[in-house]
């Protein structure tokens, strides 16, 4: 009972930072905050345009293919579903905003750049080993630097277009954590180690 009554209060926080995004987000749109588009160096416009061109739709899917073949070797068949869950999510979440938010300023919108990113670094985070989950949280999180700069050099944006494309990510990111929660290789390990607080997320070594 105890074990069970642990999963359903994380399962309730995670819900709550979901919606708790999606309500910032219909806030940002409401409002429309004047904000001007962030800049830097033009310098460093070829650089960003090359990394910029490497985040297209093949790229995306053979990473999401490539989390989804170590779910498997892992087996960790709930994994699967919360990579799909995750990344068709929220790439899904930020053609709908930028479709539903069309009258907003542009530098407010979203990237999809940034977006399809942050969902496979969320991804990655949740089907990850234990003891690589540290250099793939360190290396994850300067891919998210480096792409969302690229991204303000490319595209018209700004910190608040950067922060919803974090925020849409995300809220898919807790939705697909509940998901992982109920892993019952997750379920497996917490019995065995209860006193490890983040071991809801532990999987096979």
Request: aromatic fraction near 6%; charged fraction near 10%.
């Amino acid at each position: 009972m105890t074990e069970s009554n642990s999963t359903l209060r994380r399962s309730v926080h995670r819900l709550a930072v979901s919606a708790a995004g999606v309500v910032l987000l219909c806030a940002l749109y409401l409002v429309k905050p004047a904000s001007t588009a962030l800049s830097f160096p033009e310098p460093l416009r070829s650089i960003a345009d090359q990394v910029i061109s490497v985040v297209d739709v093949n790229s995306v899917l053979v990473a999401t293919v490539v989390l989804a073949v170590v779910a498997t070797v892992r087996k960790l068949s709930y994994g699967i579903g919360a990579i799909l869950l995750l990344c068709l999510g929220a790439n899904l979440t930020c053609a709908a905003v930028r479709a539903w938010a069309s009258d907003a300023p542009t530098v407010l919108l979203p990237s999809g750049h940034v977006v399809a990113v942050a969902a496979l670094y969320g991804s990655a985070i949740l089907v990850s080993a234990p003891r690589f989950r540290p250099v793939v949280a360190g290396l994850g999180f300067a891919l998210i630097l480096g792409v969302a700069g690229a991204a303000a050099l490319v595209e018209p944006i700004s910190v608040y277009g950067l922060v919803a494309s974090l925020v849409v990510a995300s809220i898919w990111w807790a939705l697909a954590s509940i998901l992982m929660l109920y892993s019952p290789v997750a379920a497996e390990r917490e019995a065995l180690r209860p006193d490890t607080a983040a071991i809801v997320f532990s999987r096979h070594r």
